[in-house]
């Protein structure tokens, strides 16, 4: 059995989201059933109804981070029950018993991740559709527990934003008294330095925006660098134990390397959507130092529940401005000129409107 839900969609590449409705299934025994309060939007959003990447299915209906109340669950589900505010993020399924799924790196299931939204589901059938919609049934494994106190409506950023950037905090052993930088101050770069700043780390913006340095304090950081400005990174070189580099477009990469310490690490969190514009990187800017770049996906299940509690714990949440459905075609537009700070975020009872 199927339910008639309102959604927006894309149904052709470029073409703007308009209201669509789909079909959710009824929830089987290990199911709940969400009514969606918030969906944030993630540039991968506007990627992948721009078809950027070359594989989108179409229609398309966006949204991976999630914000919601249970309003029904199967009868074998143990987790969560009815008023439960939960969330769900970039991943609804996985085999759960490859090695990657039994270490919690279900986002690298050997035998294919299903991700909440253009992906196709357990017997390749049908593809998932996302959070710009009114409601939505996932297997409870996946679903995660909002923490009490946190504003859902700010709340929704960090299942996408938020641990994309607190697992390679984690991952790289940022602690008290490191030095981190973040490059970009967007909805992924805002959280990067909330979280650094949570951790104890004293965290460096480097914009090419000079007008963000305020908000960039605001944020938690020490220290802000204009990057557009001659000669400003060079009395960073050297300073910095680890840099996030949230920057989707092709850039220079020696210029932050550079800024490293001796076995500090650069990680990248930004996917340009042209693969073959990449930089060279000389190999000296790494060897000379013994200096690492890495790249950082998203978490896990039980890491972005960690993230979640350590958010919870610290009061930690996105700086959102919150949106209906018809807004969304506009929101794209001003997040492409980077207007926004520095997330929107979809009130979803504005679906059926």
């Known amino acids: 059995m199927t339910k008639k839900t309102p959604a927006f969609a894309a149904r052709t590449p470029k073409a703007p989201v308009a209201s669509m409705t789909i079909e959710r299934r009824d929830p089987g025994p290990h199911d709940?059933?969400?009514?969606?309060?918030?969906?944030?939007?993630?540039?991968?959003?506007?990627?992948?109804?721009?078809?950027?990447?070359?594989?989108?299915?179409?229609?398309v209906v966006p949204g991976h981070e999630i914000v919601g109340r249970v309003v029904s669950e199967g009868a074998g589900t143990s987790r969560f029950r009815e008023g439960d505010l939960v969330g769900v993020g970039c991943i609804v399924d996985s085999c759960r018993?490859?090695?990657?799924?039994?270490?919690?790196?279900?986002?690298?299931?050997?035998?294919?991740?299903?991700?909440?939204?253009d992906s196709l589901?357990?017997?390749?059938?049908?593809?998932?559709?996302?959070?710009?919609?009114?409601?939505?049934?996932?297997?409870?494994?996946?679903?995660l527990r909002v923490p009490k106190g946190l504003d859902p409506a700010r709340a929704a950023p960090l299942l996408c934003a938020g641990i994309t950037t607190y697992s390679p905090l984690r991952q790289f052993g940022c602690k008290a008294g490191d030095q981190v930088a973040v490059?970009?101050?967007?909805?992924?770069?805002?959280?990067?330095?909330?979280?650094?700043h949570s951790m104890g780390a004293d965290v460096?913006?480097?914009?090419?925006?000079?007008?963000?340095?305020?908000?960039?304090?605001?944020?938690?950081?020490?220290?802000?660098?204009?990057?557009?400005?001659?000669?400003?990174?060079?009395?960073?070189?050297?300073?910095?134990?680890?840099?996030?580099?949230?920057?989707?477009?092709?850039?220079?990469?020696?210029?932050?390397?550079?800024?490293?310490?001796?076995?500090?690490t650069l990680v990248l969190l930004g996917l340009p959507p042209d693969a073959t514009s990449a930089t060279p990187i000389h190999a000296r800017?790494?060897?000379?130092?013994?200096?690492?770049?890495?790249?950082?996906?998203?978490?896990g299940i039980l890491e972005t529940q960690e993230m979640l509690d350590h958010c919870g714990k610290n009061q930690i949440v996105a700086?959102?401005?919150?949106?209906?459905?018809?807004?969304?075609?506009?929101?794209?537009?001003?997040?492409?000129?980077?207007?926004?700070?520095?997330?929107?975020?979809?009130?979803?009872?504005?679906?059926?409107a």
């Open 285 to 299: 800017s790494l060897v000379f130092g013994n200096k690492r770049l890495a790249g950082s996906n998203i978490g």
């Open 32 to 59: 709940v059933e969400i009514e969606i309060l918030y969906c944030g939007i993630c540039h991968s959003d506007l990627h992948k109804v721009n078809d950027d990447w070359g594989n989108t299915h179409f229609p």
């Open 183 to 196: 490059m970009g101050l967007g909805g992924v770069g805002h959280m990067a330095v909330k979280l650094a």
């Open 97 to 117: 018993a490859c090695q990657e799924c039994r270490a919690g790196h279900e986002m690298f299931c050997e035998k294919g991740v299903t991700f909440t939204f």
């Open 204 to 264: 460096t913006v480097l914009s090419t925006s000079p007008g963000k340095e305020e908000a960039a304090a605001r944020l938690g950081a020490k220290q802000f660098v204009a990057t557009k400005e001659p000669g400003t990174l060079d009395p960073l070189a050297g300073k910095f134990d680890l840099i996030l580099d949230t920057v989707s477009a092709p850039h220079d990469l020696d210029k932050p390397l550079a800024l490293l310490r001796n076995f500090g």
């Open 121 to 143: 589901e357990p017997g390749g059938n049908t593809w998932t559709y996302g959070g710009y919609s009114a409601r939505m049934v996932v297997d409870e494994r996946y679903v």
């Open 319 to 352: 700086d959102v401005e919150v949106i209906g459905a018809k807004q969304i075609n506009d929101a794209y537009k001003r997040m492409q000129r980077g207007d926004v700070r520095y997330r929107f975020v979809i009130d979803c009872a504005s679906m059926g």
